[in-house]
């Protein structure tokens, strides 16, 4: 697969086949992610695979949180506090066109709620990654780990496999940590959902759209 073509194909899969992944083409994926650029070389992060009976305990441990309301915070902030223009307007249109796809009304608070639920069960997907950053490192480790989570779901598509990026697990660092035996200095980042894409799942037929170059880029000089 061109590179272009894995890029630009790439998508938020929010449902997946149950077909398993082996062992070696997650090793394939996380060896030909290794390869995104960090400053000095230094790689500050770690890649958890998670399937199979691990994977069923962490999402169960993790639902079973959700479920019980209990209050929990990811270690760093993904979102500001207030929201304004453009930024507002897009985030309402991506989650309304979800909804929308999978025919969920705005004022059916049980369905929305049953959705964002199935983040925990990683969207059936047959393995997890978790994504985590060594907390001691400053701002710039963060932009070389987005390096990396890009990577990694781009070297799955070049294996025919789709992932959702899915910050929502950060949440639930200290139910990972535990589960996952991680480093205290391991700062939970994201999961990504890897698997193969249900292609009947209206949700997966939902694709987002982008801006247009002369909206996101400036050339200077031309």
Excluded at 179 to 201: K, N
Aim: some cysteine; overall charge negative; hydrophobic content about 35%.
């Amino acid at each position: 697969m061109h590179v272009d073509d894995a890029i630009r194909s790439r998508k938020s899969v929010r449902r997946f086949l149950p077909d398993p992944v082996s062992r070696d083409t997650l090793a394939h994926i996380v060896e030909v992610a290794g390869r995104a650029p960090s400053g000095n070389n230094i790689q500050p992060w770690q890649v958890h695979v998670v399937t199979g009976e691990a994977l069923h305990r962490l999402s169960a441990s993790i639902l079973a949180a959700f479920d019980s309301g209990e209050e929990h915070q990811p270690e760093y902030t993904y979102y500001p506090t207030q929201w304004f223009e453009p930024y507002r307007e897009r985030r309402q249109r991506c989650g309304y066109g979800l909804y929308e796809a999978l025919g969920i009304k705005r004022e059916d608070k049980a369905r929305r709620h049953e959705q964002m639920r199935r983040n925990f069960h990683f969207f059936d997907a047959p393995v997890a990654m978790i994504v985590t950053i060594d907390r001691r490192l400053e701002t710039g480790s963060y932009m070389d780990a987005g390096m990396l989570i890009q990577s990694l779901m781009t070297s799955a598509r070049g294996q025919g496999l789709h992932t959702c990026a899915q910050a929502a697990l950060a949440w639930y660092h200290r139910i990972i940590r535990e589960q996952l035996g991680l480093a205290d200095s391991e700062l939970v980042l994201c999961a990504i959902a890897v698997g193969h894409e249900d292609p009947e799942a209206p949700e997966n037929h939902f694709i987002t759209e982008r801006e247009p170059v002369e909206n996101l880029a400036t050339f200077h000089g031309y």
